[in-house]
């Protein structure tokens, strides 16, 4: 009985053994390797010419009501702010546009001049140089004319405190005077531009923009 009982388990190992190695699977109609990827690829026909395309996607194409863009045009001074913009609301009327000023202070200066000729004027320069005061040469100012400035300044209390400065140093023909008035300006700003409308504006030509183009607003 136990000599029949060992030739069994011997028997089932030997097969086992062999199903495992596969020399049984048409036999028994059960692959030893099941499923996995080395079963799947000996199965492949031809696997060198399968290749895998990425698929590419676009972006639409924005329509013509689609808005696009901020754009601006200027700087404009207030005798040109009223003519661009009556271009901008005949070219845009249903549009929304902005005016943004913009503030630059009036420039002041510590101011020597005019000279009335070469000679004098080379005498200032020549003690400025020996104090060891810089200057800079200023040419045809409206109500200045030619002369030499000390510097500029913001404010007009800045340049008179200068003043009293360099009077101190032994200059005492220097005054205040203004190089350059104060300047308001102006920036058209169209907020919400459609893509027709940004074909359009690159094409506008009116005489009230004075030859201004428009950007990408600044922020």
Known sequence: ???LLVG???LANGVFYGWS???LDQLAGVRAEGDREPGRLAMQVEPQRVHV?????????PSADTVVACLETGPFTASQLAPAQAALQAALPRNRIADIT??????WIVFMGPYANDDARQKKVDELKRLRISFEDI???PELGDGLSLGRFSNRNGAERAVADFAAKGVHTARVAQFAAPLVTHTLR???VTAAQQAQLAGLQSQGLG?????ACMR
Not at 53 to 61: C, D, E, K
Not at 211 to 215: L, M, N, P, R, V
């Open 190 to 192: 169209v907020p919400e």
């Open 21 to 23: 190695q596969g020399w």
């Open 211 to 215: 030859g201004k183009g428009f950007t």
């Open 53 to 61: 395309v990425g698929a590419t996607t676009r972006a639409p194409a």
């Open 1 to 3: 009985m136990l000599r």
């Open 8 to 10: 069994a388990l011997l």
């Open 102 to 107: 913009q503030e630059t202070p009036a420039v």
């Open 139 to 141: 040419h045809q100012v």
